[in-house]
């Protein structure tokens, strides 16, 4: 594992100038001082370019400001406010505010009294106040006391929850993460009542300050990858993190492969699956995408909904999951190297009936297929981005004028068209899109290999696709386990799945810690 | 580092060494021989060419589905290359499933057809062979046929099916030939292809607009050779004693006459598995044909009774008789009048006698009309069909 570290360790980047230091000439004093003119001032300057700021203020008879409340009025919740100025209308009613000495006593009071849940707290620097005011909370200020008040007031604008859209289930919990960081982890932790649940939280990012989340199970996530992860964190330097996306390729082992090494989910119950053997999952606040990490390339074939059906069935669909892999990967690159090289190897009424087919097609099989395949990345593509509102034009593109039109113009035989709806299916059935991305990549190196070399071109790059598949690693253990190497307890829960009475260990090959599940009833053997 | 991309290398060009046969060829540029016949000529051989017209495959309109290519040459490659005058793309032999050779040709010998079709690297030795009987390769490939678009692919599937369900005929495909041109002990058989009526007419697309076609081919024989030459032809019942002695028997069906009914009963054979004995007695080489067959009644013409069980053992005991008579027929032709050994008679002696085999083989054939041969045949009915008694009987009163 520490031989790998510099793979992935990336020269640091500049160190990020904060603007405060440049900007600033004279020196700004760190903690609030007596006067609660001279702190408004002051963070009335620091705020000076951001029109959001609101400042209330409560004077006595006489006119001195006793009493200023601040927020942030697009980040934060009017409501919320309203209940922490009906708190201090209350202690006001009992107090009186007529003198700068009543100041104190209604400190403490509504220290005492109205403090009472969320972040709420005190604070004597500039710095946390202007911090508590960017993360939409209330502070309130009094004059000739050096501390503030803070109260939270965030203004929750999350959306509901959701169905995944991206990993959907049949049979299975239908609740998928959102953008907001602790809904996520309400979402994962009710699900999990221990104690051996721990969540670090850390910052990134030197001008978006985004929340991260270190999740995992204390005595079962093995230690040396908490310090891994803790250590490839650790490097990050940034400005920005806007999603788990570049969380992702900073702390990944290798960035120079199509496959992914870390498992991206946007589903509870994927991330506790990986929580109870041993995984660490990152969640970043913003997305609603976590990352979990180590990720092998059998992890990329199987999804939640396989422990939730029957194991005959989930066995058969991971099955079929691998053999989608094999025709996305294969399907196009077999039928060029077929018909320009070895056409003895079809039968012959096959290779008559795709004789008959191409009669009269004026490209090479090559670059039918390649075109052919292109024209449908360029309609998936436009399927993603396109507006929804328009989405029915391009299936009746895609179908009507692409295919139908194509094979009547004679451009492309049927048996092409054929074989790019096989492909394109096939790609779908990966339950992950990272890697089904990655080896429709790959397709296009293997259908330019088998046009020049046919199926001893196809060789070659398997070769090469398993020397570089052998030689990733996700976090310290190899991508390809528990094939290669080989563990044969492992294999109960790899290309098909157990009944759970007989998954009662956890992965040998993640170093999970305290292996044993739970004890199986089924065995008849003490 | 560097070993390690050495050693990539190293794998990678490992697969150089191993290629193979190696030729890039689009589909649409190839043409696709399907048949090939071989007829005897003054200067070498007539080399015909069946080749595939895959456009004209879906819909027969207005072009044939295959074409004909005919020229002479002193050699086999040199009359193909000959071809390339005439024909737009390059011959793929790849795919080529039948050889027809012509009578005359094959009385001269066929040994030294085969030398560039073993040699060539694209032809497959699965292909099969067949003699034309009284006509030339030439006529047996032009005949347009009906069902099948292909004719060659109607010889094939014709070959395959009636050899499985009327056993007068056997395949042999290229590597069996060899095997058995090469034995010392078993001639050579080949299927036998003949054509009837007014061929000339059945060249043309038309032909096939009526029921009635002009000529058909037909595929019921068998032909004997002495080494690498023809020397005579296996009837229908000798062909098919043929196959009941050399094991080689799927599914055909025997006609019964029984006398005392005057009722003609036929029978569907399931099962037959032939076992050859052969032992030297007194000096003398002797073969035991131990014949077990399975078979269930298919028709019944006449009044004969199945449902009694002295009636079935009649059958059986006919079924006995037939069979035995089938393959006397066929041994009493090839031994006695061709004096081959088509069966592999010697190979039963060379397996049980060693020594004995090795003074014999030299002049094998000289002792075949000697050779002692026995019939052990085992009939077993197992079914009588859906019916027992005829269904034109009215139930006896009780």
């Known amino acids: 594992m520490q031989s790998r570290d510099k793979n992935w360790k990336k020269k640091p980047r500049k160190r990020f100038v904060k603007p405060s230091e440049t900007a600033e000439s004279q020196p700004q004093p760190d903690l609030l001082s007596e006067s609660l003119e001279k702190n408004l001032e002051i963070i009335a300057k620091i705020f000076k370019s951001d029109d959001c700021l609101a400042i209330k203020h409560l004077r006595s008879e006489d006119n001195t400001l006793l009493v200023a409340i601040l927020y942030l009025k697009a980040l934060s919740d009017h409501e919320k406010i309203q209940v922490v100025l009906l708190n201090l209308a209350d202690n006001l009613a009992k107090i009186g505010l007529e003198y700068r000495l009543h100041c104190k006593t209604f400190f403490i009071e509504t220290k005492n009294h109205a403090l009472t849940i969320g972040n709420s707290g005190e604070a004597e620097e500039f710095e946390k106040i202007s911090s508590a005011l960017l993360d939409g909370n209330t502070v309130i200020l009094f004059e000739g006391i050096k501390k503030g008040l803070i109260f939270e007031t965030t203004a929750n604008t999350e959306r509901r929850i959701q169905e995944s859209d991206t990993q959907p289930v049949i049979r299975g919990p239908k609740d998928s993460l959102i953008e907001n960081l602790s809904t996520n982890i309400l979402l994962i932790r009710k699900r999990l009542k221990d104690t051996r649940f721990t969540i670090e939280n850390q910052t990134f990012g030197t001008i978006s300050k985004t929340q991260v989340a270190i999740i995992y199970l204390k005595e079962i996530a093995p230690e040396s990858l908490i310090a891994e992860v803790h250590s490839r964190l650790s490097v990050i330097n940034t400005d920005a993190i806007l999603e788990s996306g570049y969380l992702e390729e900073y702390i990944q082992d290798e960035t120079n492969t199509p496959f992914p090494t870390i498992m991206t989910t946007e589903r509870p119950d994927a991330i506790i699956g990986g929580l109870l053997e041993g995984k660490v999952a990152l969640l970043v606040d913003g997305t609603p995408f976590a990352l979990m990490v180590p990720a092998l390339f059998v992890d990329f074939f199987q999804t939640p909904e396989d422990y939730y059906q029957s194991y005959y069935i989930s066995s058969a669909s991971r099955l079929l999951r691998y053999f989608g892999f094999f025709i996305t990967l294969y399907l196009p690159s077999i039928y060029i190297a077929v018909t320009t090289f070895h056409q003895e190897i079809l039968p012959t009424p096959l290779l008559i009936s795709i004789a008959a087919q191409r009669e009269g097609i004026p490209f090479p099989a090559f670059v039918e297929a390649i075109s052919m395949e292109i024209i449908f990345e360029i309609l998936r593509e436009a399927g993603i981005r396109m507006p929804r509102t328009v989405g029915s034009a391009i299936s009746i593109v895609g179908a009507l004028v692409l295919g139908q039109a194509a094979v009547d113009a004679g451009l492309v035989s049927t048996f092409m068209i054929i074989i790019v709806a096989m492909t394109a299916i096939s790609s779908f059935i990966i339950p992950y899109y990272a890697m089904s991305n990655a080896i429709r990549i790959l397709r296009f190196v293997m259908m330019i290999l088998a046009a020049s070399f046919g199926i001893y071109g196809l060789f070659i790059g398997t070769m090469l696709l398993m020397i570089h598949l052998c030689n990733l690693h996700s976090f310290g253990i190899p991508y390809t386990s528990p094939i290669a190497p080989y563990i044969s307890t492992e294999q109960r829960d790899t290309l098909i799945r157990f009944p759970h009475w007989a998954l009662n260990f956890r992965p040998q090959h993640l170093k999970a810690k305290n292996r044993r599940r739970a004890r199986n009833p089924h065995q008849r053997r003490s | ?398």
């Open chain 2, 1 to 398: 580092m560097k070993f390690k991309y050495l050693l990539y290398l190293l794998l990678l060009s490992c697969p150089i060494i191993c290629s193979g046969c190696f030729s890039k060829g689009e589909i649409n540029s190839i043409a696709l021989v399907r048949g090939l016949g071989i007829d005897q000529s003054d200067n070498g051989y007539i080399v015909t060419i069946q080749v595939i017209n895959p456009s004209q495959l879906k819909n027969l309109t207005d072009i044939t589905p295959i074409s004909l290519y005919s020229v002479t040459d002193q050699t086999i490659l040199k009359a193909l290359r000959r071809i390339s005058t005439t024909a737009s793309r390059r011959l793929y032999i790849g795919h080529l499933g039948l050889v027809v050779v012509g009578e005359a040709q094959a009385r001269a010998g066929i040994i030294r057809l085969l030398d560039f079709l073993l040699r060539d690297h694209e032809s497959r030795i699965t292909f099969h062979w067949i003699i034309a009987r009284g006509t030339t390769a030439q006529n047996v490939l032009s005949i347009l046929t009906p069902m099948e678009s292909i004719p060659v692919q109607r010889v094939i599937n014709t070959l395959e099916k009636s050899e499985k369900i009327f056993a007068t005929t056997k395949i042999i495909q290229t590597y069996q030939l060899v095997n058995q041109i090469t034995s010392m002990s078993a001639s050579l058989v080949l299927p036998v292809v003949s054509a009837t009526g007014n061929h000339a007419a059945q060249y043309e697309l038309d032909s096939l607009k009526s029921t009635h076609t002009e000529s058909r081919l037909y595929v019921k024989e068998l032909a004997a050779f002495r080494g690498d030459r023809l020397i005579g032809w296996l009837d229908e019942t000798e062909s098919k004693g043929y196959n009941y002695i050399t094991n080689n028997i799927t599914n055909p069906v025997e006609t019964l006459y029984m006398k005392k009914e005057k009722a003609k009963i036929a029978i569907e054979i399931t099962e037959s598995k032939t076992k050859l004995q052969g032992r030297m007695r007194a000096g003398r080489p002797e073969i035991t044909v131990n014949l077990s067959v399975k078979g269930v009644v298919g028709e019944i013409e006449g009044d004969y009774n199945i449902s009694l069980l002295a009636n079935l053992v009649r059958l059986e005991a006919a079924l006995q008789i037939e069979l035995t008579r089938q393959m006397q027929a066929s041994v009493h032709h090839a031994i006695n009048k061709l004096k081959l050994d088509v069966f592999g008679f010697g190979e039963a002696i060379h397996r049980a006698d060693p020594k004995a085999w090795k003074k014999l083989k030299n002049n094998w054939a000289s002792h075949l009309p000697q050779l002692t041969i026995n019939y052990q045949v085992k009939p077993k009915l197992l079914s009588t069909g859906l019916i027992t008694k005829p269904y034109w009987r009215k139930p006896e009163k009780e």
